[in-house]
């Protein structure tokens, strides 16, 4: 079962997206701000991030650049969810090594064929 | 005001001084005559006569000139007693002169009462003291050699003529100065001033009658110096006066003449005739009180300009003074409106930004809320369908519908605001035209099938790319699309799209047309309005917020093209959007970037390092990143591209992957491996035959082989809902990995067929379009490049799915670091060269722009 590292400062954000995303199988583990984020992301290695842009203590960017530095944390693949949709936060995001990006509200079908893409991409585990 | 009387009285009072004066002046003069024939060497009256009607006015000169008429004869007759006949001769050569002179004077030379000038005290000396006198002279001489037959007349002139100088000469100015002095000059005269004066008066008479008292030669005594006097003339000129100065004269010679009178005196020699003893008197008596008088005038002259000089630069130095005080004061006042205009200023840009925010901050804030109720509404749909409870769903279908429905509203009203506030940037890309309109067709497909539309596109071929905010463009057409469908039932939807050069210029036309409602002219001219759509009650029955068509005005506008339609009531309506295909605004974002202005940085910042080996590719990347006003240095091949990155530190790498020697992926690790450089952004350019790289092709998805179930199903997942046949093109040359795909997707539910290379897969597909296809790369006859080549070129094919199958020799790990290390990857083949190269252009450019900052 794939794991999933969901950062995520709003809290009804982590409880309808970890909700659905574990009825849909996957076993998501959760951190409130950007700093956990990065701890939880070596601790726990799971198979892919989704990573909020917008968070408390360090902001989703400099937590991707800095999983994205880390040897044991640059190869797990990183979905930014960005509550704003303009091309340039799009940019911003890919700048910071995000492999993908998802606006927010959450379409979870989109969101899901993005994991799953990112998700094929990974050597067996 | 004088009364008449008084005037009068005073007049008479005048008069009667100046005939008593006049009578004075006759006694002194007949003091100084010589023999025999009683002419006077020094004749005062003239000088007071002179004075006296310079002294008044016109009309009292009648009674001045009867005066002196009376006072003279009253004098001969009684003093010198003469014949009054006699007398009347000589006193009228006395009249012709006084009153010549005067009139002259007064009238031609507008000379004033008082000697204050230079100029007056010369016209003094000529016209009275010389002409007027020689005048009077003939007269007087005349009336002698009448009297006196034995007289010579031009020895009895001349004498005449330096006495009645002299008086001029030195009466006339002693009077007039002193007639000049008003009772200031007294009172600032000081004590020391008054002992100075007393003392020159003492020392100098002293001396004078030292010399002029001498006894004549050959009895000479030591002061025979007659020019001694001239000194003290000359002390009093330089220290004091014009009055002090003609007083001086006129005491000085009296002295003499007194002296010479007595026969004493320097001019007293003996052996000479009494007639040159008096000619050399006169002379020297009348040019020395001149001379001094001259000097004293320009003296006095010069000391006036200098008070007046003084005056002038105090009054400058006031004036000066105030000015400076205005000026400062209005400094003052700038300095205080410069700083309120700054405060103004920063006031201004605070609550700018402070909008900036508000509108950042709004759109966080309103949004937070909407994506719970959505997301939870949607979640609740899934768990009621998982505990059966199908009765909860079309409630919970409901909520999610009306919060995505306030979403579209918050988004539209957070876009016009941002408009409305000047906040709305342009983000300026160059994409593909055919990409983008897929994409959109695939978007708005639901919406099409909702009320049994069908949609239909056209374009042109070769439509090639844009460069604009394709952001934008997207939620353009789609706002059009979604109009046509909402208001369309039933019918056809046409999107077509053109592109055509207008005065050089490459325009793109979007036309959105549908067989709907259509409108009136009445709603069409509110159409671009917000909030006014074409009835209050379209919204309700067709949805939609209203401010879509307000916001694709905009937009279209702030690109630098425009939006119009036409419509026909009941028949339909169309909608051209017409955009330029190269967009400017100033405004756009990134900006293309110039090196930054610091010596500071190395010589590679703001530019770009072209290694390649094709010189073609060179010059045309050369050249199309110059006009964005980047630098290019290129390398034609992998060691020298590695030297030159070393040196140069540029901030953008384009690495072509293909070149002989060291190829592009060795010089990737080359690069990655120095920690100078590892940094550099790299875009690596591949030709379409590479077979390591999946993603060149445009391809959809990609798998690795051995195929991991697990990932195929995920990718499977992924394509179920799009294409509702379920059909599947595994295109595999090697049977046995043919075999073990088709199982593993027919268990999961799809059809498959098969085909063993591109050419036969071509073939399949044409037969039926699958819904996704599966391809190994590496196959015979044609491979899997050439094959989605092929694919491409048909415009039904272009949106079928396509998963890479690749051999695992790219490990996952390559991959991984190649999606760290390298911004993109480019296929040369698919694009148009310009496209390709403009969106090298833009990729390098945002490179260069973020090293920059």
Same mark, same amino acid.
């Given at each position: 079962?794939?794991?999933?590292?969901?950062?995520? &400062?709003?809290?009804?954000? %982590?409880?309808?997206?970890? %909700?659905?995303?574990?009825? %849909?199988?996957?076993?998501?583990?959760?951190?409130? +701000?950007?700093?956990?984020?990065?701890?939880?992301?070596?601790?726990?290695?799971?198979?892919?991030?989704?990573? &909020?842009?917008?968070?408390?203590?360090?902001?989703?960017?400099?937590?991707?650049?800095?999983?994205?530095?880390?040897?044991?944390?640059?190869?797990?693949?990183?979905?930014?969810?960005?509550?704003?949709?303009?091309?340039?936060?799009?940019?911003?995001?890919?700048?910071?090594?995000? +492999? +993908?990006? +998802?606006?927010?509200?959450?379409?979870?079908? %989109?969101?899901?064929?993005?994991?799953?893409?990112?998700?094929?991409?990974?050597?067996?585990? | 005001?004088?009364?008449?009387?008084?005037?009068?009285?005073?007049?008479?009072?005048?008069?009667?001084?100046?005939?008593?004066?006049?009578?004075?002046?006759?006694?002194?003069?007949?003091?100084?005559?010589?023999?025999?024939?009683?002419?006077?060497?020094?004749?005062?009256?003239?000088?007071?006569?002179?004075?006296?009607?310079?002294?008044?006015?016109?009309?009292?000169? @009648?009674?001045?000139?009867?005066?002196?008429?009376?006072?003279?004869?009253?004098?001969?007759?009684?003093?010198?007693?003469?014949?009054?006949?006699?007398?009347?001769?000589?006193?009228?050569?006395?009249?012709?002169?006084?009153?010549?002179?005067?009139?002259?004077?007064?009238?031609?030379?507008? =000379?004033?009462?008082?000697?204050?000038?230079?100029?007056?005290?010369?016209?003094?000396?000529?016209?009275?003291?010389?002409?007027?006198?020689?005048?009077?002279?003939?007269?007087?001489?005349?009336?002698?050699?009448?009297?006196?037959?034995?007289?010579?007349?031009?020895?009895?002139?001349?004498?005449?003529?330096?006495?009645?100088?002299?008086?001029?000469?030195?009466?006339?100015?002693?009077?007039?100065?002193?007639?000049?002095?008003?009772?200031?000059?007294?009172?600032?005269?000081?004590?020391?001033?008054?002992? *100075?004066?007393?003392?020159?008066?003492?020392?100098?008479?002293?001396?004078?009658?030292?010399?002029?008292?001498?006894?004549?030669?050959?009895?000479?005594?030591?002061?025979?110096?007659?020019?001694?006097?001239?000194?003290?003339?000359?002390?009093?000129?330089?220290?004091?006066?014009?009055?002090?100065?003609?007083?001086?004269?006129?005491?000085?010679?009296?002295?003499?003449?007194?002296?010479?009178?007595?026969?004493?005196?320097?001019?007293?020699?003996?052996?000479?005739?009494?007639?040159?003893?008096?000619?050399?008197?006169?002379?020297?008596?009348?040019?020395?009180?001149?001379?001094?008088?001259?000097?004293? !005038?320009?003296?006095?002259?010069?000391?006036? !300009?200098?008070?007046?000089?003084?005056?002038?630069?105090?009054?400058?130095?006031?004036?000066?003074?105030?000015?400076?005080?205005?000026?400062?004061?209005?400094?003052?006042?700038?300095?205080?409106?410069?700083?309120?205009?700054?405060?103004?200023?920063?006031? !201004?840009? *605070? !609550?700018?930004?402070?909008?900036?925010?508000?509108?950042?901050?709004?759109?966080?804030?309103?949004?937070?809320?909407?994506?719970?109720?959505?997301?939870?509404?949607?979640?609740?749909?899934?768990?009621?369908?998982?505990?059966?409870?199908?009765?909860?769903?079309?409630?919970?279908?409901?909520?999610? /519908? /009306?919060?995505?429905?306030?979403?579209?509203?918050?988004?539209?009203?957070?876009?016009?605001?941002? #408009?409305?506030?000047?906040?709305?940037?342009?983000?300026?890309?160059?994409?593909?035209?055919?990409?983008?309109?897929?994409?959109?067709?695939?978007?708005?497909?639901?919406?099409?099938?909702?009320?049994?539309?069908?949609?239909?596109?056209?374009?042109?071929?070769?439509?090639?790319?844009?460069?604009?905010?394709?952001?934008?463009?997207?939620?353009?057409?789609?706002?059009?699309?979604?109009?046509?469908?909402?208001?369309?039932?039933?019918?056809?939807?046409?999107?077509?799209?053109?592109?055509?050069?207008?005065?050089?210029?490459?325009?793109?036309?979007?036309? $959105?047309?549908?067989?709907?409602?259509?409108?009136?002219?009445?709603? =069409?001219?509110?159409?671009?309005?917000?909030?006014?759509?074409?009835?209050?009650?379209?919204?309700?029955?067709?949805?939609?917020?209203?401010?879509?068509?307000?916001?694709?005005?905009?937009?279209?506008?702030?690109?630098?093209?425009? #939006?119009?339609?036409?419509?026909?009531?009941?028949?339909?309506?169309?909608?051209?959007?017409?955009?330029?295909?190269?967009?400017?605004?100033?405004?756009?974002? @990134?900006?293309?970037?110039?090196?930054?202005?610091?010596?500071?940085?190395?010589?590679?910042?703001?530019?770009?390092?072209?290694?390649?080996?094709?010189?073609?590719?060179?010059?045309?990347?050369?050249?199309?990143?110059?006009?964005?006003?980047?630098?290019?240095?290129?390398?034609?091949?992998?060691?020298?591209?590695?030297?030159?990155?070393?040196?140069?530190?540029?901030?953008?790498?384009?690495?072509?992957?293909?070149?002989?020697?060291?190829?592009?992926?060795?010089?990737?690790?080359?690069?990655?491996?120095? /920690?100078?450089?590892?940094?550099?952004?790299?875009?690596?350019?591949?030709?379409?035959?590479?077979?390591?790289?999946?993603?060149?092709?445009?391809?959809?998805?990609?798998?690795?082989? @051995?195929?991991?179930?697990?990932?195929?199903?995920?990718?499977?997942?992924?394509?179920?809902?799009?294409?509702?046949?379920?059909?599947?093109?595994?295109?595999?040359?090697?049977?046995?990995?043919?075999?073990?795909?088709?199982?593993?997707?027919?268990?999961?539910?799809?059809?498959?067929?098969?085909?063993?290379?591109?050419?036969?897969?071509?073939?399949?597909?044409?037969?039926?379009?699958?819904?996704?296809?599966?391809?190994?790369?590496? =196959?015979? *006859?044609?491979?899997?490049?050439?094959?989605?080549?092929?694919?491409?070129?048909?415009?039904?094919?272009?949106?079928? @799915? #396509?998963?890479?199958?690749?051999?695992?020799?790219?490990?996952?790990?390559?991959?991984?670091?190649?999606?760290?290390?390298?911004?993109?990857?480019?296929?040369?083949?698919?694009?148009?060269?310009?496209?390709?190269?403009?969106?090298?252009?833009?990729?390098?450019?945002?490179? $260069?722009?973020?090293?920059?900052?």
């Amino acid at each position: 079962m794939p794991k999933i590292l969901l950062v995520e &400062d709003n809290e009804m954000n %982590r409880d309808m997206l970890s %909700r659905r995303l574990q009825r %849909r199988g996957y076993e998501v583990v959760m951190a409130v +701000d950007g700093q956990e984020g990065v701890a939880l992301a070596q601790s726990e290695a799971p198979d892919l991030i989704l990573m &909020d842009m917008s968070l408390p203590v360090m902001d989703g960017w400099e937590a991707t650049r800095q999983l994205k530095a880390a040897s044991e944390t640059t190869s797990i693949p990183v979905i930014a969810l960005t509550a704003h949709a303009m091309s340039g936060d799009r940019e911003k995001a890919m700048e910071a090594g995000c +492999d +993908d990006y +998802d606006a927010k509200p959450i379409d979870l079908p %989109r969101l899901l064929a993005k994991i799953e893409a990112l998700l094929g991409k990974q050597p067996p585990s | 005001m004088k009364t008449g009387a008084a005037r009068v009285l005073e007049q008479g009072a005048w008069v009667a001084l100046f005939a008593l004066a006049y009578f004075g002046a006759g006694i002194i003069g007949n003091i100084f005559y010589f023999e025999p024939e009683r002419v006077a060497t020094f004749w005062p009256a003239s000088g007071i006569f002179l004075a006296g009607l310079l002294l008044s006015r016109f009309r009292l000169w @009648p009674v001045l000139v009867l005066a002196a008429i009376v006072a003279h004869v009253a004098f001969d007759t009684l003093v010198s007693h003469k014949a009054v006949a006699t007398s009347l001769f000589f006193t009228s050569a006395d009249v012709v002169e006084a009153c010549t002179g005067a009139f002259l004077l007064r009238h031609f030379l507008s =000379m004033s009462g008082t000697l204050s000038q230079l100029k007056e005290i010369l016209n003094l000396a000529v016209v009275a003291g010389v002409c007027s006198t020689a005048l009077g002279a003939a007269v007087g001489a005349a009336a002698v050699v009448t009297v006196f037959p034995k007289a010579a007349y031009w020895s009895v002139w001349q004498v005449w003529w330096f006495a009645d100088a002299l008086g001029v000469l030195v009466v006339a100015p002693a009077i007039l100065t002193w007639a000049g002095v008003t009772r200031r000059w007294i009172q600032t005269m000081s004590t020391r001033q008054m002992f *100075e004066v007393s003392a020159l008066f003492v020392a100098m008479l002293v001396v004078a009658q030292l010399v002029f008292g001498a006894a004549s030669a050959p009895a000479r005594s030591v002061f025979d110096f007659p020019y001694l006097v001239f000194l003290f003339l000359l002390w009093a000129a330089l220290r004091f006066d014009p009055p002090i100065v003609a007083t001086a004269s006129l005491a000085l010679t009296v002295l003499l003449i007194w002296n010479a009178d007595q026969g004493r005196g320097p001019f007293i020699i003996p052996g000479r005739s009494v007639h040159e003893h008096v000619l050399a008197l006169q002379a020297f008596l009348a040019v020395t009180p001149l001379s001094a008088l001259i000097l004293s !005038a320009v003296v006095t002259a010069r000391r006036r !300009a200098e008070r007046l000089l003084a005056e002038y630069n105090q009054r400058l130095e006031q004036q000066v003074a105030e000015r400076t005080r205005e000026l400062s004061q209005t400094l003052d006042h700038l300095a205080h409106a410069t700083r309120e205009a700054q405060d103004a200023r920063a006031a !201004a840009e *605070e !609550a700018d930004r402070a909008k900036s925010q508000f509108l950042a901050n709004m759109s966080h804030e309103l949004r937070t809320p909407l994506n719970a109720i959505i997301g939870y509404s949607e979640m609740l749909q899934e768990e009621a369908e998982d505990l059966g409870q199908d009765d909860f769903t079309p409630d919970l279908q409901k909520i999610n /519908a /009306a919060g995505k429905h306030l979403l579209a509203l918050l988004n539209d009203i957070l876009d016009l605001s941002k #408009i409305e506030a000047g906040k709305m940037d342009l983000y300026l890309e160059t994409f593909d035209l055919a990409n983008m309109l897929r994409d959109v067709e695939t978007t708005v497909q639901l919406l099409v099938e909702k009320n049994a539309n069908t949609l239909v596109v056209h374009q042109h071929d070769n439509l090639g790319a844009m460069r604009a905010d394709l952001t934008k463009v997207r939620q353009n057409l789609f706002n059009l699309l979604s109009n046509a469908c909402k208001f369309t039932q039933r019918g056809t939807i046409t999107l077509e799209v053109t592109r055509e050069a207008v005065d050089g210029l490459e325009w793109v036309t979007f036309r $959105v047309s549908d067989t709907g409602i259509g409108m009136t002219p009445e709603q =069409m001219a509110k159409l671009f309005q917000p909030f006014a759509q074409a009835d209050a009650s379209t919204t309700r029955q067709y949805g939609g917020t209203g401010l879509g068509l307000a916001i694709t005005k905009h937009f279209c506008q702030m690109m630098g093209g425009d #939006i119009t339609v036409e419509s026909e009531l009941g028949k339909g309506s169309t909608f051209n959007i017409k955009l330029p295909a190269q967009v400017n605004d100033h405004r756009a974002q @990134p900006a293309p970037s110039a090196p930054p202005d610091s010596e500071a940085l190395p010589a590679g910042v703001g530019a770009v390092l072209v290694i390649d080996d094709d010189p073609t590719v060179r010059e045309l990347l050369q050249r199309s990143l110059t006009k964005e006003g980047i630098r290019v240095v290129s390398a034609a091949g992998g060691e020298e591209g590695l030297r030159l990155a070393r040196e140069l530190r540029p901030s953008a790498i384009t690495l072509d992957v293909m070149m002989p020697g060291m190829d592009g992926w060795a010089v990737l690790t080359a690069l990655k491996a120095d /920690a100078d450089l590892a940094d550099i952004p790299v875009i690596m350019l591949t030709i379409v035959d590479d077979k390591n790289l999946a993603y060149a092709l445009g391809a959809s998805d990609y798998l690795t082989k @051995p195929v991991d179930r697990d990932r195929l199903v995920a990718i499977l997942q992924k394509y179920r809902g799009e294409d509702p046949s379920r059909l599947v093109l595994v295109v595999e040359d090697d049977a046995a990995a043919r075999e073990i795909l088709q199982h593993t997707l027919e268990k999961e539910g799809w059809t498959v067929t098969a085909a063993e290379n591109g050419r036969v897969a071509l073939q399949r597909v044409a037969e039926q379009r699958p819904a996704l296809i599966l391809l190994d790369l590496m =196959m015979p *006859e044609m491979d899997g490049f050439q094959f989605a080549e092929a694919l491409r070129e048909r415009e039904d094919w272009r949106s079928i @799915p #396509i998963v890479v199958v690749t051999a695992k020799d790219l490990t996952a790990e390559d991959h991984l670091r190649l999606n760290g290390y390298v911004e993109k990857i480019l296929q040369k083949g698919a694009h148009s060269r310009e496209a390709l190269l403009a969106e090298i252009g833009d990729l390098v450019a945002s490179c $260069v722009a973020r090293k920059a900052r």
